[in-house]
């Protein structure tokens, strides 16, 4: 069985992440291919905010503020090394990982030639923000005829203009260009003039049923009716406020996925996040994986505008992507009527993922090379 290299990011307990690299091995394993994980070890500093300068900013005008913040954030980060013990568990189950690692100026000359084909994507494996991006991303240390790639993210509207020399460089060396949204093909074509296929993310090339065999039961989950919550960024007051709400309304308790305050829900992993939504009767989130597994196990949810983030990143192109492409606008949080709100038609969507879901598997077949036959 020939052999696939999968370059994505690693390391981080993200559910879209571990759950698209799930994803992405499934289908190479369906077309008949053994694929493992590169292990990207490449961390180059960027000219932005580290994780902790952006949790203690804000209006802090005295010391005591300060150090009680940072007495936050290193309760945060003991926190996160315990939840990402459950990820490693998910990971060391599901996800097949190469024993060694690779790394910018840590990498030999015969590397590729244990491998058939790489693949970069999905995931933000382009954005220039991020440390373990580099010319790696873009498969350069492989020949081109090996540099494939599937639904890649950059996870900003632009390229900041130092890298924009670079990422044309290493966009060239590539004859197959796919992105995960429609912003990222046009960073494509601006930066190339190459047209770039516009797919969607792995995650929505598995059946539900596919999905719920690798689910299982959240062991925090409340016996009563619950609507999930999953915000990677900042929680408007407005969307707080409806929350409770609809929430006191319906007489349903509300589970924070995303919130350290809510611990036992923090420590999910990945297959009890399927469980988590499966089984909500409502999802409200600002994560694209969150609509994207919405979709896929057919939960009503609202999709909110991402906030708290750079201006540099674009964390509403990938979600108007989504629910454009799947007829899905109502859905936005400022378009939801509050009469519909816990009934969401998914008969159009469906349609068209299984569209989708054809002109994603014609494109592996394309570069894989694999016979339709």
């Known amino acids: 069985m020939e052999k696939i290299g999968i370059f994505t990011l690693n390391g981080n307990p993200n559910f879209g992440n571990k759950l698209q690299n799930y994803a992405m091995q499934k289908i190479l394993k369906d077309f008949n291919f053994d694929s493992e994980t590169i292990i990207n070890t490449t961390h180059i500093p960027r000219e932005i905010r580290t994780n902790k300068e952006l949790f203690l900013e804000g209006n802090i005008n005295n010391k005591l503020k300060i150090i009680k913040n940072k007495v936050n954030y290193e309760r945060y980060k003991t926190l996160n090394e315990k939840r990402k013990v459950s990820f490693n568990q998910f990971t060391k189950k599901y996800i097949k990982e190469m024993k060694s690692s690779i790394g910018l100026g840590n990498i030999s000359n015969d590397f590729h030639e244990e491998y058939e084909f790489f693949i970069a994507g999905s995931d933000q494996v382009w954005n220039p923000h991020i440390p373990a991006v580099s010319e790696l991303s873009f498969l ?11 639904a890649p993210s950059f996870g900003v509207s632009n390229i900041p203009l130092n890298y924009q020399k670079e990422y044309k460089k290493w966009l060239m ?14 960073i494509i074509y601006n930066l190339t003039g190459k047209q770039a296929k516009v797919l969607v993310d792995p995650t929505m090339l598995l059946t539900k049923e596919e999905w719920l065999n690798i689910s299982k039961i959240a062991k925090e989950k409340p016996s009563e009716k619950y609507i999930l919550t999953y915000f990677l960024g900042d929680i408007d007051k407005e969307i707080k406020i409806k929350l409770k709400s609809i929430a ?19 420590m999910t992993d990945p297959s009890e996040f399927l469980d988590y939504i499966n089984d909500a009767q409502l999802f409200i989130t600002d994560s694209f994986h969150g609509c994207v597994f919405a979709v896929l196990l057919e939960t009503p949810f609202v999709v909110c505008d991402r906030k708290g983030h750079s201006k540099e990143e674009n ?14 606008q109502s859905r936005k949080f400022n378009n939801v009527i509050d009469r519909e709100i816990f009934r969401c ?29």
């Open 140 to 150: 350069t240390f492989a020949p081109k005829e090996k540099r494939l790639t599937y």
């Open 345 to 373: 038609d998914y008969d159009k969507a469906k349609k068209i993922l299984e569209l989708e879901r054809e002109i994603s598997m014609e494109y592996f077949r394309d570069i894989l090379k694999v016979d339709s036959n």
């Open 315 to 328: 964390m509403s192109s990938r979600i108007d992507t989504l629910v454009n492409k799947f007829g899905l």
């Open 173 to 186: 060396g590539i004859e197959n260009l796919s992105v995960r949204e429609q912003q990222g093909a046009n």
């Open 248 to 266: 006191k309304k319906n007489q349903l308790k509300i589970v924070n996925l995303a919130s350290e305050k809510d611990k036992k829900y923090y």
